[in-house]
């Protein structure tokens, strides 16, 4: 069945509030292939490139989440602001995230379809903390999430936060998206069954 993870642990990156789909990745990068391993490499690479540096986005110091030479970031987490996956209903928004390398996202409120394709698809956990933590993390920070305590705990400044319960949804991202969760849950047969 599912895998569950004890802990995730990485730096975070922390961007403002109302960051939507087309600063994720603007729709001038949406042509490559999914499917081709090469192209697919290149949504990591334009991840969070629509960001306006002087607006709500980028962290402390315009970091950006990878380097032009770079498609996977050196960064496990986004924290966000309220309203996180704004926007149009592009499924490329979390899977260009994933490519990039981040393993969640951390927010106090989502845009509903982004949330749900973050899950559906099983790109990546968005999880939703108590307060905004987009003010007390820092970029950088070496954070972890503690899924069975629902936890953040920064280790860079020794605090620890509450998450609210992934609940239902935990099994379908872990299981890697819906569709694989409907197979491993016999709701749909096995691929070649």
Do not use: W
Not at 93 to 115: N, T
């Amino acid at each position: 069945m599912t895998t569950k993870p004890t802990s995730l642990k990485g730096k975070a990156f922390v961007l403002g509030k109302n960051i939507d789909t087309d600063q994720i990745i603007p729709a001038a990068h949406l042509v490559y292939s999914l499917d081709d391993p090469e192209e697919r490499k290149l949504y990591g690479k334009y991840a969070l490139s629509g960001v306006p540096a002087p607006e709500s986005g980028l962290p402390q110091g315009n970091v950006r989440l990878t380097t032009e030479d770079q498609t996977e970031s050196e960064f496990s987490f986004i924290v966000g602001g309220h309203n996180f996956g704004c926007g149009s209903s592009r499924e490329h928004a979390p899977a260009c995230l994933e490519i990039a390398g981040i393993k969640a996202i951390i927010s106090p409120s989502y845009a509903r379809i982004f949330y749900r394709n973050s899950v559906d698809g099983g790109f990546l956990t968005p999880y939703e903390s108590v307060e905004d933590l987009s003010g007390e993390i820092h970029t950088d920070d070496e954070i972890e999430i503690d899924p069975e305590k629902h936890e953040l705990i920064n280790h860079t400044q020794n605090k620890t936060y509450k998450l609210k319960p992934l609940g239902s949804v935990a099994d379908i991202v872990h299981a890697g998206g819906i569709f694989a969760y409907a197979r491993q849950t016999g709701m749909v047969p096995a691929a070649g069954g």
